[in-house]
């Protein structure tokens, strides 16, 4: 596809479960972001790939939340034992050439995730 | 450490009327500055973005922002407001440290009312 793509779109999940939410990046796009968006929030970024060299875990707000990059394609976050706290939709983006002044983030839709 | 503060987290404004959202920031090193779009149950857009040079930056839609150094600050303005502009806007914020993570605002809702 021409853009990035998210799955699912929303996940209702309890309390306590585990949940994974996918993004595939633009073909090509060697750099790899997740970002957090609370209701009434602006974005918190998560954590960042590029290449094969080691992620950029800064963002991560606790050690429930892990995600993995195979090679330059598909991303999985992963949340562990989920509280209501991490209700948000997550948004995955992707980049060409970070580091260069015209590089730009492109986001896919998002997954809306509800911890009940 | 960078931020970005947004001014209103709602606006509301006639269609025809100006549209002005403000966005101020601070950073430790010259920054680069973007606005994003994001309509319902959609992922954001790029509105524009400043990284050198030109300091009035023109993007889509017929959106502009100007950066001013003195003022810290990136608003984002159209001349005449469109019913289709209703959106949420936020603005970013990043530091040319090797990547390009973004700083985000916490959004202004634009409402547009006929």
């Known amino acids: 596809g021409a853009g990035v793509s998210q799955s699912p779109s929303n996940k209702v999940t309890e309390k306590g479960k585990d949940v994974e939410l996918r993004c595939d990046p633009i073909?090509?796009?060697?750099?790899l972001y997740w970002y957090r968006q609370r209701l009434g929030q602006g974005l918190e970024f998560l954590i960042y790939?590029?290449?094969?060299?080691?992620?950029?875990k800064s963002g991560l707000p606790s050690d429930r939340f892990s995600a993995e990059r195979t090679g330059e394609s598909v991303s999985t976050l992963t949340i562990q034992r989920t509280q209501q706290e991490d209700s948000a939709v997550y948004l995955c983006?992707?980049?060409?050439?970070?580091?260069?002044?015209?590089?730009?983030?492109?986001f896919g839709p998002g997954t809306r995730l509800t911890v009940l | 450490a960078q931020s970005v503060t947004q001014l209103g987290s709602h606006v509301s404004v006639s269609e025809g009327a100006l549209v002005l959202l403000r966005c101020n920031y601070s950073s430790s090193v010259p920054p680069y500055l973007f606005w994003y779009v994001q309509y319902p149950n959609q992922g954001l857009q790029l509105l524009l973005k400043y990284t050198t040079g030109a300091t009035l930056v023109k993007g889509i839609n017929g959106f502009e922002a100007e950066f001013k150094k003195s003022e810290t600050s990136f608003h984002l303005t159209k001349p005449s407001a469109h019913m289709s502009d209703a959106a949420e806007y936020f603005c970013?914020?990043?530091?040319?440290?090797?990547?390009?993570?973004?700083?985000f605002g916490k959004g202004t809702m634009l409402l547009v009312s006929p």
């Open positions: 970013a914020v990043s530091e040319d440290s090797g990547y390009s993570t973004l700083t």
């Open positions: 790939f590029q290449g094969n060299s080691a992620p950029d």
């Open positions: 073909s090509g796009h060697t750099a």
């Open positions: 983006a992707s980049s060409l050439a970070p580091g260069v002044s015209t590089d730009t983030q492109y």
